[in-house]
């Protein structure tokens, strides 16, 4: 089971809008703004897309944002298109002394 | 341009060991924490470990803790993972991922291409 909490599978259409979330505790997610999101497509490794909750690296499309409230972060992808498809992942930083990184389960986005 | 190539993944029996090499370029290496991150055949990704970048901080993930050994040569660009007592349950794919320079938390902003980790016996 992981740490964090995300749906297994989300879909939309080309060119509609879909949000993943992301829930965890007060000791993770709802503490601290380390949360980032990870798009992997089969074969090849993860790829950042957001970094410290809302923030693009340089040269991901601004049709990727992401938002936190309260104990839930959330990735939000505008004008769906084909190359979106894959799977997503959130991770965050945990003030658990046990574990210093903890991610979801992944989520399976479908594009219609 | 940042590049991380990993190796070391071989096939082994349960209770072997291992250690796994990658190997920086494109940046400067020892500012940055390094982390190791798995991934099982079909499976969500693992945080492993990280070191930070004078390997003055090491974490582990519960599932390894006892079992594996983290470390750096910043001399020669180089982050490893030393395992031992292998289980089938580690078989998986291990990438190595920069983290953010001069700090322990922050995200991956880059990965490599992973090097396949097989415990069978």
């Known amino acids: 089971q992981s740490a964090l909490t995300q749906p297994a599978s989300v879909s939309g259409s080309p060119g509609q809008s879909i949000t993943i979330s992301c829930t965890g505790t007060?000791?993770?997610?709802?503490?601290?703004?380390?949360v980032s999101w990870y798009q992997q497509h089969p074969g090849k490794a993860p790829k950042l897309m957001i970094f410290d909750v809302a923030n693009r690296p340089s040269g991901v499309s601004n049709r990727f944002s992401g938002s936190k409230s309260g104990y839930t972060a959330s990735l939000t992808i505008s004008g769906l298109q084909a190359e979106d498809e894959g799977h997503y992942y959130c991770s965050s930083y945990s003030s658990i002394s046990t574990s210093y990184v903890v991610f979801g389960g992944g989520t399976k986005l479908t594009v219609l | 341009e940042v590049q991380l190539v990993e190796s070391g993944g071989v096939v082994v029996q349960p209770g072997g060991s291992l250690r796994l090499s990658c190997a920086a370029s494109g940046f400067t290496f020892d500012g940055y924490t390094m982390h190791w991150v798995r991934q099982a055949p079909g499976k969500g990704l693992e945080w492993v470990s990280l070191?930070?970048?004078?390997?003055?901080?090491?974490y582990y993930a519960d599932s390894v803790k006892g079992r594996c050994d983290i470390s750096r040569d910043n001399s020669k660009n180089s982050l490893y993972l030393h395992m031992i007592s292998l289980r089938t349950e580690d078989t998986a794919l291990y990438y190595c991922?920069?983290?953010?320079?001069?700090?322990?938390?922050?995200?991956?902003?880059?990965w490599g291409q992973g090097t396949l980790v097989t415990v069978s016996s």
């Open positions: 991922a920069r983290g953010p320079e001069g700090q322990l938390a922050g995200p991956f902003d880059h």
């Open positions: 007060s000791n993770d997610v709802g503490g601290y703004n380390f």
């Open positions: 070191i930070s970048w004078n390997g003055g901080s090491i």
